[in-house]
């Protein structure tokens, strides 16, 4: 790997990290379900218009069953899921069960032959999810059935995402980065429309300003741009590789609580950080202090 892939990874982790607490505004003012589909409207007419400025072509018709698939497992799923449970839990337990993408991703990726299993790759998926428990260092929550459904919710959204990485591969060998991003979200708007709709009817719905912009930045952000940059990087690097940035998550979530809201970072952070840097070392196989090695 590049050191230009591994800077992108850690500025996709740092802009992805800041969504957990923004879902923790968002969704118990809005909802879950309003909250997934106003990202995606969202996200979809920033990327339609950047195709519009940059005459994209959209991708043939014929292929977006197969990119709604891929909208399902990247982008529906896994934001419906996060934003449920971020009704019930804190948002740094969601960052942390959110890094357990990339072992799904390595895991899929095996499991259909296009990357290798190695002991190597394991190993980092282990640091990794040793590190984010050191670096976020999660306080006492009482367990109830809620939060363990929710727990299990941010797994499965992880898990999602870990195998949809796959498709999202196959789909950058295929496909242009822009337009096929832009597809995937007018897909999921589209799926969930109806669902958004009905939510955004509901007594419980309360359109707050602080809701509002939150929705606004995760929509044109994390899931807008920040999903086009993901899928250029996927073309370049494996498919586990580029889910690695999920280790990252926590650490920035961390360093976003510092500066916004005064929260401390101490010297028991530090063994946390190294070993999440050292788990997309393991992941990725970038070495800063040797040339890049073959992609698998």
Do not use: D
């Not at 939150?214 to 741009?225: C, D, N």
């Not at 996927?234 to 360093?255: D, H, K, N, Q, Y």
């Amino acid at each position: 790997m590049k050191t230009r892939h591994f800077a992108q990874l850690i500025a996709l982790s740092a802009l992805w990290g800041a969504s957990f607490p923004l879902l923790r505004i968002a969704s118990p003012a809005l909802g879950p379900w309003v909250v997934a589909g106003g990202r995606c409207i969202l996200a979809a007419i920033v990327l339609a218009l950047l195709m519009f400025a940059l005459r994209e072509r959209w991708p043939a018709r014929p292929t977006w069953p197969r990119l709604a698939v891929v909208s399902l497992l990247t982008v529906v799923i896994p934001f419906v899921l996060f934003n449920w449970a971020a009704l019930a839990i804190p948002s740094g337990y969601s960052a942390v069960l959110n890094a357990t993408s990339p072992l799904f991703g390595v895991l899929a990726a095996a499991a259909v032959k296009e990357e290798k299993l190695t002991g190597l790759r394991l190993f980092g998926c282990l640091l990794g999810f040793v590190g984010v428990a050191l670096l976020v260092q999660l306080g006492p929550v009482t367990v109830t059935p809620l939060v363990v459904m929710a727990a299990l919710a941010c797994v499965a959204a992880a898990a999602s995402y870990g195998f949809g990485a796959i498709l999202m591969k196959r789909a950058t060998r295929t496909h242009e980065p822009l337009p096929a991003s832009a597809t995937v979200h007018v897909a999921a708007a589209l799926i969930l429309l109806v669902p958004a709709g009905a939510g955004a009817a509901a007594p419980s719905a309360h359109f707050t300003v602080p809701a509002m912009l939150a929705v606004l930045m995760i929509g044109t952000v994390t899931s807008g741009f920040m999903y086009w940059m993901s899928m250029r990087l996927m073309r370049e690097i494996s498919a586990s590789a580029a889910t690695s940035a999920a280790f990252m998550i926590p650490l920035f979530g961390v360093t976003w609580g510092a500066i916004f809201l005064g929260e401390k970072i101490t010297l028991s952070m530090l063994p946390g950080c190294i070993l999440v840097l050292a788990a997309m070392t393991l992941i990725t196989g970038f070495n800063p202090f040797r040339g890049a090695p073959p992609e698998p």
